[in-house]
């Protein structure tokens, strides 16, 4: 495990592009872009041009080409 004690499954840095969707009470906000960081059975970490809060919800469209992958996910942590 990369230095990080809580993490159960080694990450592996792949780039891929992304989309993210937080998950309301009221229905689905808007698309978020970026990209993934680094991805591992039990987790990945991604770059998007807005902000998420820990503890939020999101449906993120990995782009797989020619395959996209939907996954739902709740924000564990969140750098600036």
């Keep these: 495990m990369a230095g990080d004690e809580r993490r159960r499954y080694d990450r592996h840095d792949v ?3 992304a989309m993210c969707s937080r998950v309301t009470e009221y229905g689905i906000e808007p ?3 970026g990209e993934t960081t680094d991805l591992s059975l039990g ?3 991604a770059v ?4 998420f809060e ?3 919800v999101v449906d ?5 080409t020619p395959h ?3 996954v739902r996910a ?3 942590d969140v750098s600036p």
């Design 15 to 17: 780039r891929v592009a």
């Design 31 to 33: 698309a978020a872009h």
């Design 74 to 76: 709740l924000v564990v």
């Design 60 to 64: 993120v469209d990995l782009v797989l």
């Design 43 to 45: 987790g990945f970490g």
């Design 54 to 56: 820990t503890g939020d």
């Design 48 to 51: 998007f041009d807005e902000y």
């Design 68 to 70: 996209v992958v939907t």
